[in-house]
């Protein structure tokens, strides 16, 4: 018998929810006259609160019979490691919206709601154990960045990379809710662990293969990697960059999640189908990724290509055996979040909200404009190329270390060879930073730091700061979670029975 209420298992989504649905009630009583810069701060305010109870969730009880409502969600350190890391990232990406959005910019209230919307989704993303609330989840989340993409309506950039956004990843869930569809006809049910133990002796071997496939195709595209990455350069460019620091991070930290519990607790006995195709697919993202990202000259299509590639370096810890991959996936995912979310507010500061200045050439000089933002960028850019003392360095030692382990030494060669690559374009942008202006061309005005965003960047440098020189206590959150989910609970239901609450079943 479960000793605590449902709610308390899916307590992060309730706070976010009911933050949402304040914000949007707030925004419409108050006058059309009023700013709505304060909604910002009650949506930060919720994000936090939220980070706090998924915190708290790690002193529930879990393991086999402690599920949330109807057996759909657990909680386990799995879910509360990648809430907390969805919460800080929406947290940092209000605290940046509130200081670079324009006064006068349209529906502030419900782009604050959006973001606090689509949080409820990713969170519920990394905890549903039921594959119907898996879509349902992430139908949620993929909504809620759709519009956010074209927030930016009065250029055309914006309402493209809305539109190609929203048919790319339609078709894109097509895919894996096919996908669900035929598993559910190979076992008769949609409950995760359930199928896990009912794959091995379903009939039908070649549904489970098909399904499995069309799954894959389905959570790949929402991370951006190779060869579901088309949609990446353009969204990034047409949306605002606040938004491109969330859907950069947070999204694909929910897909991450979601891939991670498929392959390791729904398809622990298929790892020799899915674990060479992954290794393909790593190999293509970084390649193509890095190659790409050589020839752009502006920064956020170079920083798109760079986020496929570093899909690539992530996708490499899937070739590690057992927890030790699960773990060096979700410190990798955490370490990338940190920088690449600083890396957006720099950018977002320094281009603008209009971006009137997105090429590389237009940064140059910004250390003697901003020393500030200069050293900042320039630091980020350091951790992305992976050199030691920042998070991107641990990053990936631990996920090619985790590739060695598991017996992929070409892949983690191949990975090496890639970052030294991708050096060149990182190191690109950082000299034309430290590099003196053109006396010829006017020197832009020094951009300004508020509060809200100071804090932002702070939390974004503190985290790449700790987590590449005192990494232990994230590295052992992340062990953590890789062994929930190596044991999964034996079914307690029979095939058929997903809706099923498992402790009120015999």
């Given at each position: 018998m479960n000793p605590v209420p449902d709610i308390f298992r899916i307590l992060p989504e309730v706070i976010l929810t009911l933050t949402g649905v304040a914000v949007m009630l707030t925004?419409?009583?108050?006058?059309?006259?009023?700013?709505?810069?304060?909604?910002?701060?009650?949506?930060?305010?919720?994000?936090?609160?939220?980070?706090?109870?998924?915190?708290?969730?790690?002193?529930?009880?879990?393991?086999?019979?402690?599920?949330?409502?109807?057996?759909?969600?657990?909680?386990?350190?799995?879910?509360?490691?990648?809430?907390?890391?969805?919460?800080?990232?929406?947290?940092?990406?209000?605290?940046?919206?509130?200081?670079?959005?324009?006064?006068?910019?349209?529906?502030?209230?419900?782009?604050?709601?959006?973001?606090?919307?689509?949080?409820?989704?990713?969170?519920?993303?990394?905890?549903?154990?039921?594959?119907?609330?898996?879509?349902?989840?992430?139908?949620?989340?993929?909504?809620?960045?759709?519009?956010?993409?074209?927030?930016?309506?009065?250029?055309?950039?914006?309402?493209?990379?809305a539109i190609k956004y929203f048919l790319l990843g339609s078709f894109a869930t097509g895919f894996l809710l096919y996908g669900v569809a035929l598993i559910f006809g190979a076992t008769g049910t949609t409950q995760i662990y359930q199928i896990a133990h009912l794959l091995p002796g379903a009939q039908n071997q070649s549904f489970v293969l098909a399904g499995l496939g069309l799954m894959l195709v389905g959570i790949l595209f929402k991370v951006s990697a190779a060869p579901f990455h088309v949609w990446t350069p353009d969204v990034y460019e047409g949306a605002p960059s606040p938004v491109v620091a969330l859907m950069s991070t947070a999204p694909k930290a929910a897909a991450f999640a979601l891939l991670l519990r498929v392959v390791y607790e729904m398809f622990p006995t298929f790892r020799s189908v899915w674990s060479p195709l992954l290794w393909a697919i790593a190999v293509l993202s970084m390649t193509v990724g890095n190659l790409v990202a050589l020839r752009q000259q502006n920064v956020k299509r170079m920083l798109a290509y760079s986020s496929i590639a570093h899909?690539?370096?992530?996708?490499?810890?899937?070739?590690?055996?057992?927890?030790?991959?699960?773990?060096?996936?979700a410190f990798y995912t955490a370490a990338y979040a940190a920088m690449n979310v600083g890396i957006f507010a720099v950018v977002t500061l320094v281009a603008g909200y209009d971006e009137k200045l997105p090429l590389i050439e237009d940064f140059r000089g910004l250390i003697y404009r901003s020393p500030l933002l200069g050293g900042l960028l320039i630091f980020f850019l350091v951790s992305l190329v992976g050199i030691p003392f920042t998070g991107g360095f641990f990053g990936k030692f631990y996920s090619f270390s985790a590739a060695v382990g598991g017996g992929a030494i070409w892949l983690a060669i191949i990975g090496l060879l890639n970052s030294g690559l991708a050096a060149a374009y990182y190191l690109r942008l950082a000299l034309a930073v430290a590099n003196r202006p053109l006396e010829q061309k006017p020197a832009a005005p020094a951009p300004q730091v508020g509060v809200a965003v100071g804090a932002a960047l702070l939390l974004a440098v503190a985290a790449t700061l700790v987590l590449g020189i005192v990494p232990g206590d994230v590295l052992r959150a992340a062990q953590a979670a890789g062994h929930t989910l190596q044991a999964p609970p034996a079914p307690s239901a029979a095939p058929g029975a997903a809706l099923m609450d498992p402790h009120q079943l015999p």
């Amino acid at each position: 018998m479960n000793p605590v209420p449902d709610i308390f298992r899916i307590l992060p989504e309730v706070i976010l929810t009911l933050t949402g649905v304040a914000v949007m009630l707030t925004d419409a009583t108050l006058p059309p006259a009023w700013p709505r810069r304060s909604l910002g701060w009650v949506a930060a305010l919720g994000t936090t609160v939220a980070l706090w109870a998924s915190l708290w969730q790690l002193s529930l009880p879990t393991g086999a019979g402690y599920f949330g409502p109807y057996g759909t969600v657990e909680t386990s350190p799995f879910t509360v490691f990648f809430h907390v890391l969805i919460c800080g990232i929406v947290l940092v990406s209000l605290l940046l919206s509130l200081d670079t959005l324009p006064e006068d910019s349209h529906h502030q209230g419900e782009y604050y709601a959006l973001i606090v919307f689509g949080a409820v989704g990713m969170c519920l993303l990394t905890g549903a154990v039921e594959l119907l609330v898996v879509f349902v989840a992430l139908e949620i989340s993929s909504i809620a960045t759709y519009v956010l993409a074209g927030y930016r309506k009065q250029t055309g950039r914006g309402p493209e990379a809305a539109i190609k956004y929203f048919l790319l990843g339609s078709f894109a869930t097509g895919f894996l809710l096919y996908g669900v569809a035929l598993i559910f006809g190979a076992t008769g049910t949609t409950q995760i662990y359930q199928i896990a133990h009912l794959l091995p002796g379903a009939q039908n071997q070649s549904f489970v293969l098909a399904g499995l496939g069309l799954m894959l195709v389905g959570i790949l595209f929402k991370v951006s990697a190779a060869p579901f990455h088309v949609w990446t350069p353009d969204v990034y460019e047409g949306a605002p960059s606040p938004v491109v620091a969330l859907m950069s991070t947070a999204p694909k930290a929910a897909a991450f999640a979601l891939l991670l519990r498929v392959v390791y607790e729904m398809f622990p006995t298929f790892r020799s189908v899915w674990s060479p195709l992954l290794w393909a697919i790593a190999v293509l993202s970084m390649t193509v990724g890095n190659l790409v990202a050589l020839r752009q000259q502006n920064v956020k299509r170079m920083l798109a290509y760079s986020s496929i590639a570093h899909a690539g370096y992530l996708l490499a810890a899937f070739a590690g055996l057992g927890s030790s991959g699960i773990a060096a996936a979700a410190f990798y995912t955490a370490a990338y979040a940190a920088m690449n979310v600083g890396i957006f507010a720099v950018v977002t500061l320094v281009a603008g909200y209009d971006e009137k200045l997105p090429l590389i050439e237009d940064f140059r000089g910004l250390i003697y404009r901003s020393p500030l933002l200069g050293g900042l960028l320039i630091f980020f850019l350091v951790s992305l190329v992976g050199i030691p003392f920042t998070g991107g360095f641990f990053g990936k030692f631990y996920s090619f270390s985790a590739a060695v382990g598991g017996g992929a030494i070409w892949l983690a060669i191949i990975g090496l060879l890639n970052s030294g690559l991708a050096a060149a374009y990182y190191l690109r942008l950082a000299l034309a930073v430290a590099n003196r202006p053109l006396e010829q061309k006017p020197a832009a005005p020094a951009p300004q730091v508020g509060v809200a965003v100071g804090a932002a960047l702070l939390l974004a440098v503190a985290a790449t700061l700790v987590l590449g020189i005192v990494p232990g206590d994230v590295l052992r959150a992340a062990q953590a979670a890789g062994h929930t989910l190596q044991a999964p609970p034996a079914p307690s239901a029979a095939p058929g029975a997903a809706l099923m609450d498992p402790h009120q079943l015999p």
